[in-house]
C-alpha cells in the first residue's frame, strides 16, 4: 500500500531553458541615438523611465524598454536609480562629454572605451582582434564555444559589427551627420564652391557632389544609374521585406504621376 504522507508521482520537472551569455540589446550606434533623445528631452536630469520608454516609442512595461536601458549601462552611458515604476535613468558623465564635447580626439576615445566596457564585447575584440571570421565560422564559433543560441548568435554578431566599428578611426564621424544642414547632406549649392562666371559657349562644368552621410541606424540598400547625369541612393531603416518594398513602389508610382502633371503643364506654357 502507498504511503499516504508521499505522492506516487511528482510534476517532472521543466527542461532548463537555452540562453545566449548576456550582451548588449542594442548597437553602440543605436545607444548613441537613444541617449541622444534622452539629452533632448531631460539635458542632464532624471527622467522616470516610462516616460523616455514613450520618447523612444516603446512600452514602459516591455521587455524591449528594460532590455534598452541596460545595453545603456552596459555601455556606461547612463546611470539608474529606483525601482518599479519609480526607476529613473540620466546621462552619465561619459554619455554628456560623447554628446557634447567637441575637442578632436575626445569623442573617438570615449566612443572607444564605451564600445568595449561591456565585457562580452570585449572579449570577442580580442578574439577576433586578427579580423573576424565570415558569418558562417563566426556563427559556428558563437555556438559551439562561445555558449549562444542559434538566434543569440546572430543578434550578438549584428551588435558587435555595429560597435566594433566605433574603435576604429574615423567612424565616430558618422554619428550626428543628420544635424548638419539638409541643404549640406544632400549635396545642395553650398556645399559646392562656385568658380568665377564661364562663359556660356562652354559645355556646362561638372560640378562635385558630396555624398550623405549615413547616420547610425541606417543601412543603404541598393543604388544605381537613372540616366546619364542621374543616379540614385536608397538609404533605410528598420526591417524591409517584400511588403515594405511594394509599399515603395506605390509611392513611387504615385511621385511619376505627379511628375507627369508637372511636365504636362510646363509643355502647355
Known sequence: MADPKKPESSTPTAPKRDRSPNFPYIGLGKALERI??????????EVRVADVAADWKLKATSGSTDRNVAAL??????????SGDGRKIKISDSGWRILEDGRPGVREKMLAEAALKP????QYASLWSGG???????????????????????QFLRVFDETIRFTKEGESDKIYASEEPEEQQNGGEEEVNIKPP???????PVLPQRKAAIVAGERELTTGLLAKDASFRLVVTGKIGVKEIERLIQKLEIDKEILADQEDEEAAN
Open 198 to 204: 564661364i562663359d556660356k559657349s562652354d559645355p556646362p
Open 119 to 122: 565585457s562580452i564585447i570585449q
Open 73 to 82: 549601462l552596459a555601455y556606461g552611458l547612463i546611470e539608474d536609480g529606483g
Open 36 to 45: 541622444k533623445v534622452v539629452f533632448d528631452k531631460a539635458k542632464r536630469h
Open 132 to 154: 573576424r571570421p565570415d558569418d558562417t565560422h563566426a556563427l559556428s564559433q558563437l555556438k559551439f564555444e562561445g555558449g549562444f543560441t542559434p538566434d543569440g548568435a546572430a
